[in-house]
């Protein structure tokens, strides 16, 4: 048994999430063009710093699926712990479906930060023409999907209900890790693995199957990366109103 865990470079998604990665897209390069413009100087803060906090991003969550509140919050717990343990923080911010971009107080409607990414965890695989071992898909830099029911068929396959949670925070972490780590980063050991054979389904249900410390140090340059560009977007905001 081998399962195929993939990474798209292109989706047809729902259009509120087009327009958010659009938008983001948009965001960064209207600041790169305004620290020129304004001759702004922020060098220091894209040089690394050392003592600098765990990272911290917002996954803004939205479930279309017959999964449970409390099956997502132990998925969200699970991969939180596996970041977690990457040195990335995660903030779980789960919002309802088929939301309206008219509503823009609504955190889950607002444009995305760079800290901020969209989860969408979906039924069906074959509307986005994924293959069917495919359990899901990133599109960098802020989307990521993962399909519920192929985690549910795994978990059964395995004589363990009870696992769909563990086995859908580990498709999480993994495709989370995608945009973080960008494109090829598949590995040959770990949870970045391009196929999980039963040897490493086995492992995730033990909560073994991590990100090697060099994709750790990669995934927290990553996120304070992120959040030294939020940080500069709102002085360059605040600079100019």
């Given at each position: ?17 087009e ?12 600041v ?33 699926t017959a ?14 712990r ?7 923080h995660?903030?779980?911010l ?14 889950c ?8 990414i ?25 989307l ?12 059964r ?10 086995i859908l925070?580990?498709v ?12 090829n980063?598949h590995?040959?050991t770990?949870?970045m ?10 492992q995730l249900?033990?909560?073994s ?17 992120r959040?030294?560009?939020e ?11």
């Open positions: 048994m081998r399962i195929r865990i993939r990474q798209r470079s292109s989706v047809t998604g729902e259009t509120l999430h327009r958010l990665i659009h938008s983001l897209r948009l965001s960064l390069w209207i790169e063009g305004l620290l020129v413009v304004l001759g702004l100087d922020f060098a220091d803060d894209f040089q690394a710093r050392a003592a600098e906090p765990d990272p911290t991003i917002t996954a803004r969550v939205i479930n279309y999964a449970t509140p409390a099956t997502m919050a132990k998925a969200e717990y699970q991969a939180q596996i970041l977690g343990e990457a040195g990335l995660v903030i779980w789960d919002c309802p479906r088929g939301q309206s971009a008219a509503i823009t107080t609504d955190l409607n607002q444009s995305l930060k760079p800290t901020e969209v989860l969408r965890v979906l039924s069906d695989h074959r509307q986005s023409g994924v293959q069917d071992d495919a359990f899901g898909f990133a599109v960098f830099p802020a990521a999907s993962v399909y519920y029911e192929h985690a549910v068929g795994l978990a396959s395995e004589g363990a209900d009870f696992e769909v949670s563990t925070a580990c999480i972490a993994h495709e989370i890790g995608h945009l973080l780590l960008g494109s980063s590995s040959d770990g949870i693995q391009r196929e999980w054979s039963r040897k490493q389904v086995r249900m033990w909560g199957l991590h990100f090697t410390p060099q994709q750790s140090k990669l995934i927290r340059a990553e996120g304070q990366m959040m030294r560009l940080s500069v977007q709102l002085r360059v905001s605040n600079s100019t109103s």
